[in-house]
């Protein structure tokens, strides 16, 4: 069935839809990345987005319940080039045609996505609509008046409802080596060292999993959690994890965030690292199409060191904006912007990026050895 792509600002696309059949909206970004299409789908941080992935074939290896970072899709809408219908994998379980089906996400394809890419690079981010029903002036006018991603709160819509221990399966996958020893295929996991709470603005599978594996046990708490809630839970440390939506939007968490500050070891990742952000009395302002992808080079200006990192996220820290006891501690060497903050009084750190990848490279999961190191200086 034919479908189209409308922009806010009339630019319009035409494709074949795939999935559901409909209309959908929201703000389009784009994604770099190579492969992890169903990470991308399942990650909460994209919650009320419509995502065009650059690589040029997505759904060769189909889906599988084992790559999902949530219980479910949260995209809106996803934007290809070229799908491929027979999925080629031994772990796959189905292809991701009938998985959007399965849960009324639209999808288009044929779409030339190097030459939306170039356009929102030129524009920036904005909101855009996808219709298997609607005309051009309809669908452009649908994106027009859907609600813009600044000042948005998705996180109401992703966080868990009630606290809950992480109990899933967190051993890292491998292939059996003889050579070594090592037979089935995952790795055994370490004892519990630490036990902290995790709160969950949108929090992906995998943070939790690499917790594990670092010796954490994790109690996860609804995003509106008090700080005295927390503090009742004695943990070792906190969490605080990605999301969607607009950080400036979280004035309340930013409040018990604050609250928490000097009594706790603190790690944030993503928007754990904006809400840290507004908690150290800084602000955070809307990058002009954002960071999305697993080639983003960041470098830490304590050691030199460049790592290449996946990231999503469409807002950053204003540095000029913090106080003089916060030391920013990474930025991003495409433009400079706010990868890493830490607290020069009190053991509180945090991460633009996402050291857990998923999809991506895995040059920054020490930070989770960083932050039981912490901890255990802290105990």
Not at 351 to 369: C, I, L, M, T
Request: aromatic share 8%; net charge negative.
């Amino acid at each position: 069935m034919k479908a189209i792509l409308a922009l806010e600002d009339g630019r319009t696309f035409e494709g074949i839809s795939f999935g559901a059949k409909g209309t959908t909206s929201g703000e389009i970004c784009f994604n770099t990345s190579m492969s992890g299409y169903q990470e991308v789908v399942t990650d909460p941080s994209y919650r009320g987005q419509i995502v065009a992935m650059t690589y040029p074939e997505i759904g060769n290896y189909g889906i599988n319940e084992l790559d999902q970072e949530s219980s479910q899709p949260h995209i809106r809408g996803f934007v290809i080039g070229e799908l491929c219908e027979t999925p080629s994998s031994w772990r796959a379980t189905g292809s991701l045609q009938d998985y959007f089906s399965q849960h009324g996400i639209l999808g288009i394809q044929d779409i030339d996505t190097r030459a939306l890419t170039k356009h929102l690079r030129s524009r920036g981010a904005m909101r855009a609509c996808i219709s298997t029903e609607a005309d051009a002036a309809q669908a452009i006018r649908t994106a027009q008046e859907s609600p813009p991603m600044a000042g948005s709160d998705f996180v109401k819509e992703v966080s868990t409802p009630e606290p809950f221990l992480w109990q899933g399966e967190s051993r890292e996958w491998t292939i059996p080596n003889a050579c070594t020893g090592q037979v089935g295929n995952y790795l055994p996991l370490p004892p519990v060292q630490h036990r902290i709470v995790a709160f969950d603005f949108g929090i992906k599978y995998n943070i939790l999993r690499r917790l594990r594996q670092a010796g954490f046990e994790v109690e996860v708490l609804p995003a509106r959690s008090s700080a005295a809630d927390v503090l009742a839970r004695n943990p070792d440390g906190i969490f605080l994890s990605n999301g969607p939506g607009d950080p400036a939007a979280l004035d309340s968490i930013h409040e018990q965030t604050r609250l928490l500050i000097g009594k706790k070891p603190i790690f944030g990742i993503c928007l754990g690292n904006q809400i840290l952000g507004h908690a150290f009395g800084g602000k955070t302002f809307k990058l002009k199409f954002g960071h999305r992808g697993g080639n983003q080079p960041v470098k830490d200006l304590r050691s030199g060191k460049i790592s290449i990192t996946s990231q999503n996220h469409g807002f950053a820290v204003d540095p000029d904006s913090l106080p003089s006891n916060v030391e920013v501690t990474h930025i991003n060497l495409n433009d400079e912007t706010v990868e890493g903050m830490r607290h020069k009084d009190h053991p509180v750190f945090s991460v633009q990026y996402h050291p857990e990848a998923a999809p991506g490279p895995n040059d920054a999961s020490y930070f989770f050895r960083e932050f039981a190191e912490m901890i255990a200086q802290c105990k």
